[in-house]
T-cell receptor, first 112, second 117 residues
Framework: QKEVEQNSGPLSVPEGAIASLNCTYS??????FFWYRQYSGKSPELIMS????GDKEDGRFTAQLNKASQYVSLLIRDSQPSDSATYLC????????????FGAGTRLAVHP | KAGVTQTPRYLIKTRGQQVTLSCSPI?????VSWYQQTPGQGLQFLFE???????NKGNFPGRFSGRQFSNSRSEMNVSTLELGDSALYLC????????????????FGSGTRLTVV
């Protein structure tokens, strides 16, 4: 079982819709979770971090964490074509200093 | 504030050669991590340095090594290059020492794209 799992996609949504990206992780004691966005040919860019159960909102983005279900999600409201990218879920390894384990990423395509 | 700077941006090397990649973290950041990204394996952790000490190492062969200098700049070296080492090598820096739930994660550099022929 992979440590961090994501649906590879592509997830295709129309402009203006809500895009929902999901991620599950295997290590129950993980505490910190991150969403990165990576455009084709570019490096990953941090969008959100979350470490408490519940929702965390930042502009059009909402991260949701459910530690009991070992599940993290990212909602993108009012999706724009510029949101088309690969979204990487990452989990900090407990006691692993600054080490993140990344999922394979979900490719999001927002069409006009 | 300058971001994470990686040099060079592109490299083409021949099998059997060695290569050194450089990373300058954001000013004030003392933690530097390195990742290899390939289409098949995604982002794989190589190692992490904090205050010149390697604190964590991924599952890569000994041909992959790194170091960090007193100014927090870091280098990674790959010896005896293989075709499978062709990848995007990403450096990421972080302010905090880690090991806390509220750690805010990394900022990545633009990467060095290494092609081994």
């Amino acid at each position: 079982q992979k440590e961090v799992e994501q649906n590879s996609g592509p997830l295709s949504v129309p402009e203006g819709a809500i895009a929902s990206l999901n991620c599950t992780y295997s290590d129950r004691v993980s505490q910190s979770f991150f969403w990165y966005r990576q455009y084709s040919g570019k490096s990953p860019e941090l969008i959100m971090s979350i470490y408490s159960n519940g929702d965390k909102e930042d502009g059009r983005f909402t991260a949701q964490l459910n530690k009991a279900s070992q599940y993290v999600s990212l909602l993108i409201r009012d999706s724009q074509p510029s949101d088309s990218a690969t979204y990487l879920c990452a989990v900090a390894i407990p006691g692993g200093y600054n080490k993140l384990i990344f999922g394979a990423g979900t490719r999001l395509a927002v069409h006009p | 504030k300058a971001g994470v700077t990686q040099t060079p941006r592109y490299l083409i090397k021949t099998r059997g050669q060695q290569v050194t990649l450089s990373c300058s973290p954001i000013s004030g950041h003392r933690s530097v991590s390195w990742y290899q990204q390939t289409p098949g394996q995604g982002l794989q952790f190589l190692f992490e340095y904090f205050s010149e000490t390697q604190r964590n190492k991924g599952n890569f062969p000994g041909r992959f090594s790194g170091r960090q200098f007193s100014n927090s700049r870091s280098e990674m070296n790959v010896s005896t290059l293989e075709l499978g080492d062709s990848a995007l090598y990403l450096c990421a820096s972080s302010l905090e020492g880690g090991r806390t739930p509220s750690w805010r994660g990394y900022t990545f550099g633009s990467g060095t794209r290494l092609t081994v022929v």
